[in-house]
């Protein structure tokens, strides 16, 4: 593990996002909570906000962080046939949440594959990536590929007026 104890403590956030793809139909029965094994949506965000806090159980060499705050938002694009997973993580502290997010993200798009995996085996969960990132020397890192606002994950962002 890399030493980060010389490090000043700072607020770190980190957001994440992933898609889980789908056929329409697969979609629809995931949606209106018709599947077999249950409500994907809710086992989703658990499982995602479970990744988070055990991140170090998993990921070798990655610090055990105190958590502040971790959230998982989803979101059916039925246009896109497709559900959006978005994770927010926060700490304060000495090293920063991003693999916590990624991982977050990655857990929850894959309760949501196992629930449905019964209707389309075909499902892609595709582009995991960091959204945003900020605290410690580096500073503020923003995706530039993505478009909208990047608000705490369960919460809507603000428009603007």
Do not use: N, W
């Not at 086992?43 to 971790?70: C, E, F, S």
């Amino acid at each position: 593990m890399v030493d980060v104890g010389a490090k000043p403590t700072t607020h770190r956030v980190a957001v994440a996002e992933v898609y889980v793809r789908m056929k329409p139909e697969t979609l629809e029965l995931l949606a209106s909570g018709g599947l077999e094994k249950g409500d994907a949506l809710s086992v989703a965000r658990i499982a995602g906000i479970q990744a988070a806090k055990r991140t170090p159980d998993l990921i070798p060499l990655a610090h055990p962080i105190g958590l502040t705050h971790a959230a998982v938002d989803v979101q059916i694009e039925r246009e896109k046939s497709c559900v959006r997973i978005e994770t927010r993580v926060e700490t304060f502290g000495t090293t920063g949440v991003e693999i916590e997010a990624l991982f977050a993200a990655s857990t929850a798009a894959l309760a949501i594959y196992d629930m449905a995996k019964a209707h389309d085996r075909a499902m892609v969960i595709e582009r995991l990536q960091l959204v945003l990132k900020s605290g410690g020397r580096s500073g503020t890192y923003r995706r530039k590929e993505r478009k909208g606002d990047t608000a705490p994950a369960g919460k809507p962002p603000k428009r603007k007026r």
